[in-house]
């Protein structure tokens, strides 16, 4: 469990069905450039998570996971599915600052998944990209150093995140010292996010979300589905993309965007801060 994963949601949990997958692939492959198979859930868990891969082919694919479920079996067969990147979240290099995030993870399992992933992209010649990614916040900046070697000792990348705050109550032991890891200021008193908030956004040409029963939303930041565009169960993509809800809400954006819940904490045009 994380801060500001499915728990926190309030809408309903569940997995996505293979037969709408395949639907939504098959229409939508010739336009999609990267496919991010994963969104306020642990795609790991799903029974049929490696169909997925497979039906995912020809679509530069990525894969983000809280590194529980990187058993030497499953890095193996990882290496060999094709997929392009997998991201492990790793969120502090001991129990004590990673389990202040993520509530009741294990990082020594975290740990072993990891160098099962790295010895499976060895023994098989993978060309799959291993990205470790570490929300900063005030329980692990002081291991920034450390996670930088530990990364290139494994041959990875690595994401220096800043961490969005759902409850602006808990807001002071989270946020970091430095500056540029804190997508927050502090103004008149009171916390707010360092963005300027222009009327505009790349996200709605370039990054709807599909939730797991087939909901169109405009972006990852609306996790509870707030602003549903459409139904892929009732329609086609493409008429929900250029139906009226997404004219309107785009219109609404280019208007105010301040007054949209769900674009006051985002981080398009958010600069100076990694996110």
């Known amino acids: 469990e994380c801060l500001s994963g499915s728990d926190r949601m309030l809408r309903e949990r569940g997995f996505m069905d293979l037969t709408l997958f395949e639907k939504v692939i ?4 010739p336009y ?8 306020q859930g642990e795609p790991m868990l799903h029974p049929k998570f490696f169909s997925f891969l497979k039906k995912a082919k020809g679509v530069y694919t990525t894969v983000s996971t809280n590194g529980h479920f990187l058993s030497e079996d499953n890095a193996n067969k990882l290496a060999k599915s094709g997929l392009d990147r997998l991201i492990i979240s790793l969120d502090g290099l001991d129990q004590q600052s990673y389990s202040s995030y993520r509530v009741n993870g294990n ?9 099962n992933v790295a010895e499976a992209k060895k023994r098989h010649s993978s060309r799959l990209k291993l990205t470790i990614q570490f929300l900063v916040n005030r329980n692990n900046e002081h ?19 800043s961490m969005q705050i759902i409850d602006s109550g808990s807001i002071e032991q989270w946020l970091p010292s430095a500056p540029q890891f804190s997508r927050y200021e502090i103004k008149d008193e009171h916390y707010v996010i360092k963005n300027p908030m222009p009327d505009r956004c790349a996200r709605l040409w370039f990054n709807p979300v599909i939730t797991w029963d087939g909901k169109v939303l405009p972006c990852c930041f609306d996790k509870d589905a707030q602003h549903v ?41 958010l600069s100076g801060v990694r996110y």
């Open 107 to 115: 990082i020594d399992l975290v740990l072993q998944g990891i160098r």
């Open 32 to 39: 999609v450039f990267n496919l991010n198979l994963y969104f």
């Open 26 to 29: 098959k229409e939508l492959k």
């Open 143 to 161: 291991q920034i150093d450390q996670v930088k070697h530990y990364a290139r000792e494994i041959k990875a990348s690595l994401k220096l995140k």
């Open 229 to 269: 565009m459409g139904d892929l169960n009732e329609d086609s993509f493409r008429d929900i993309w250029d139906g009226p809800r997404y004219r309107l809400f785009r219109k609404a954006v280019f208007s105010d965007r301040k007054l949209i819940e769900i674009c006051r904490n985002c981080t398009s045009g």
